[in-house]
């Protein structure tokens, strides 16, 4: 069997990754707060992909007055008296933020893993080796789609592991080492939410595990993140060994439950070949249309085609099919005569504010694509919030599945009718951000952007409004920079919303966390 990352496979380039986690985006600062709700009953939530938060057996720990456990808690005051200033950073960084932080470091992994290869003299581009992630080109591209599928992965398998977690925790309500014994310090804020298993090593194992899948070029990296949050648990006297090393292994199983899925969700056969490509456009010509090209120089394989195959989150193909939108106007008819004179038109009156809009949301190469943007854009609110950690994790969990279902739906549509972009129907039409390098019919800014809006105005209604200009905003700036047509956008943008709210309705509003 290959290694799981080789599921992942597509086309790119890498840029390695920083070398501790003080070089994360320092812009972006998350404090250790105490929640404003520890959701003792998360243990009863709903998962997304377990059959039941006990399916993976977590055994009870030993007793508080045990002496294995008292010889835990003189190990933990031994360290506290030892403690470095960049141990106390360490602390600090990871204090009670472990979901967002994952998050962030999930963002930046893309950003820097999104660079297409470039093409070889003989005018081909070379496809990346998972088994070699170190060659040339490096092994991922995390293109959108890619990424989106990332970040559902990552989102999910954490948010089930600590359902599970918060389920054994008050189980076996084991108290925090520094609720049991005065001579620890506590280096964060206290709360009373029992600490077996440790929630930072089931974040650390559920992280490292698909992570490394994912950006196999990255592991060393990964790997000492994860060991620094389990680390800040212990240091900080909120866990003791057996609370990680339990935390740890459930951690790993329900990665490896998830990795299962991964390996028959059809990433695999994404990208397709020369003989399906040419079905695809086959299929254009014959109901009468102009068939997308590639218009780079030389002319780039189609990104990811049969990514509209990938299983989405509770949703089927049929479902997906189901969803798809009405086709575009025929390149030929007025009404795409129309439309297209309209981007011409946007791009020969652009204003400031409109170039500012094009710009902020263009998330192309080298950025954490649209949707990191719009985990960016949550990372805030959820901080604002205060949630508690499973909470964080159900916010972020729904977002990306609602995400990756968005992506799965627009790039079944977008091959689907395989239609041109105005660029390609007007070589006049000079783009102000690029070409990107696939279908036109719907935009994926639109639809990525129509079904977070839909996610986060459910999980905080009160910025409804908010939201939902944001993705206007996002949506339009595909018109403006003259990449997309009118009805690309408001199409694509409908078709987010749908997939959202199908998400919504068929899970959570009924999974028990309200």
Not at 208 to 236: C, G, H, M, Y
């Amino acid at each position: 069997m290959k290694p799981l990352y080789s599921l992942f496979l597509t086309f790119g380039l890498v840029v390695l990754i920083p070398a501790c986690e003080k070089e994360i985006r320092q812009e972006e600062q998350f404090h250790a707060f105490v929640p404003a709700n520890i959701d003792p009953s998360a243990g009863n939530w709903a998962t997304v992909h377990l059959t039941a938060p006990n399916q993976i057996a977590v055994p009870p720990p030993a007793p508080v007055n045990s002496d294995s456990y008292q010889a835990e808690l003189e190990a933990i005051k031994d360290a506290q008296q030892k403690l470095t200033a960049q141990q106390h950073e360490i602390i600090r960084f990871w204090s009670g933020t472990g979901v967002l932080r994952w998050n962030q470091i999930m963002r930046e992994l893309v950003a820097q893993f999104n660079l297409p290869p470039a093409p070889l003299p003989d005018g081909t581009y070379p496809v990346p080796d998972p088994e070699n992630p170190f060659s040339d080109p490096r092994f991922p591209f995390a293109n959108p789609p890619y990424a989106a599928r990332a970040y559902s992965y990552v989102s999910t398998a954490m948010y089930d592991a600590l359902i599970a977690t918060w389920h054994y925790k008050f189980l076996y309500n084991r108290p925090a080492p520094y609720e049991v014994d005065d001579g620890i310090k506590a280096f964060v804020p206290q709360t009373d939410l029992p600490s077996y298993p440790s929630e930072e090593a089931v974040m650390s194992g559920v992280a490292t595990e698909l992570l490394k899948a994912l950006f196999p070029a990255a592991v060393e990296k990964i790997t000492r993140w994860a060991a620094d949050q389990r680390n800040a648990a212990l240091w900080s006297g909120k866990a003791t060994p057996s609370d990680i090393s339990a935390g740890l292994a459930l951690g790993k199983a329900v990665a490896a439950i998830f990795m299962i899925r991964a390996r028959a969700d059809g990433m695999s056969a994404a990208a397709g070949n020369k003989a399906q490509w040419e079905a695809l456009k086959l299929n254009a010509t014959s109901r009468g249309d102009v068939a997308w090209v590639s218009l780079d120089i030389p002319p780039r394989p189609p990104m990811l085609p049969f990514f509209g195959n990938v299983l989405p989150w509770k949703m089927t193909h049929d479902d997906i099919v189901a969803l798809r939108p009405p086709p575009p106007p025929l390149a030929d008819s007025e009404e795409m005569k129309a439309e297209l004179n309209e981007v011409k038109q946007f791009l020969k009156n652009s204003t400031r504010e409109r170039l500012r809009i094009v710009h902020f949301w263009a998330d192309g190469a080298g950025t954490y694509t649209p949707p990191g943007h719009w985990n960016d854009i949550a990372a805030e609110y959820i901080a604002e919030a205060q949630f508690s950690e499973v909470r964080s994790a159900r916010a972020f969990a729904l977002l990306n599945m609602a995400l990756h279902n968005a992506a799965v739906a627009c790039w079944e549509t977008k091959y689907f009718y395989f239609n041109p972009r105005p660029s390609q129907l007007d070589p006049s039409v000079k783009t102000l951000t690029g070409i990107p390098n696939f279908p036109s019919y719907t935009s994926g800014h639109s639809t990525f952007s129509g079904a977070a809006a839909t996610i986060l105005s459910y999980l905080f209604p009160a910025h409804q409004s908010k939201f939902n200009d944001m993705a206007k905003e996002a949506s339009m700036s595909r018109l403006y920079g003259g990449i997309h047509y009118r009805k690309d956008c408001e199409v694509g943008l409908d078709h987010g919303k749908q997939i959202g709210n199908f998400l919504l309705d068929n899970f959570a509003r009924t999974d028990g966390a309200d």
